[in-house]
């Protein structure tokens, strides 16, 4: 069955520092692959978006690559700030015949990020 | 521009009950996904409708049902309530068109006692 994995339930990292975090799945061929944020209580907010032709993205102090051979995508914030601490999520998806592929993402469970002052 | 908006905000609910859960897209979207979150765990699908229609399905039982309405609004229901049903849930919307960003709402809480 298909799988997702995030490395590690929860980061502990100081400000200022680069913050990576790792989502690996099997038994699937996503056409892409998302990150949310969600905060404690709070529906999941997206960040990034990247195709399985895309190896790269970047938003601001954010980047995620795909890399489907490794079946695994890593997200990075650099210059983490306090107020970057969160839950993460990794989702994937893949496109239906009838165009609609947004809904039906498989999420992992989370990787709680601590940024320390 | 309001987003997905979502009630009730909490609710608590008796074992074997029925429960209704009311969804309000992003203007401009069409498609309405519903997920469930158990505490810690990550969002699962439960299903998805475009033109009034269920168009996915997740992996859960006929008492989750659901509708969408003309306007795009949605309703989750929820039959014969389990003590195991209490989460987080969720609905999101999108444009139908693939590529397109999801949209979640604040959500539900339900509790089942």
């Known amino acids: 069955s298909q799988k997702i994995e995030q490395n590690s339930e929860a980061l502990n990292i100081q400000e200022g520092k680069t913050a990576t975090l790792t989502c690996n799945y099997t038994?699937?061929?996503?056409?892409?692959l998302q990150w949310y944020r969600q905060d404690p209580g709070r529906g999941p907010v997206f960040l990034l978006l990247?195709?399985?032709?895309?190896k790269e993205k970047r938003k601001e102090r954010l980047k995620v690559t795909f890399d489907t051979t490794l079946k695994q995508s890593l997200f990075h914030i650099t210059a983490s700030q306090p107020a970057d601490s969160a839950t993460y999520l990794c989702?994937?998806?893949?496109?239906?015949?009838?165009?609609?592929?947004?809904?039906?993402?498989?999420f992992g469970k989370g990787t709680k990020l601590s940024v320390k002052p | 521009d309001a987003g997905v908006t979502q009630s009730p905000t909490h609710l608590i609910k008796t074992r074997g009950q029925q429960v209704t859960l009311r969804c309000s897209p992003k203007s401009g979207h069409d498609t309405v996904s519903w997920y469930q979150q158990a505490l810690g765990q990550g969002p699962q699908f439960i299903f998805q409708?475009?033109?009034?229609?269920?168009?996915q399905r997740g992996n859960f039982p006929d008492r989750f049902s659901g509708h969408q309405f003309p306007n795009y609004s949605s309703e989750l229901n929820v039959n014969a309530l389990l003590l195991g049903d209490s989460a987080l849930y969720l609905c999101?919307?999108?444009?139908?068109?693939?590529?397109?960003?999801?949209?979640f709402g604040e959500g539900s809480w339900l509790t089942v006692v």
């Open positions: 999101a919307s999108s444009f139908i068109q693939s590529g397109n960003t999801i949209y």
């Open positions: 990247i195709r399985e032709n895309e």
């Open positions: 409708y475009y033109e009034e229609e269920e168009r």
């Open positions: 989702a994937l998806g893949a496109d239906m015949g009838y165009g609609g592929s947004q809904g039906n993402l498989i």
């Open positions: 038994n699937y061929s996503p056409a892409y």
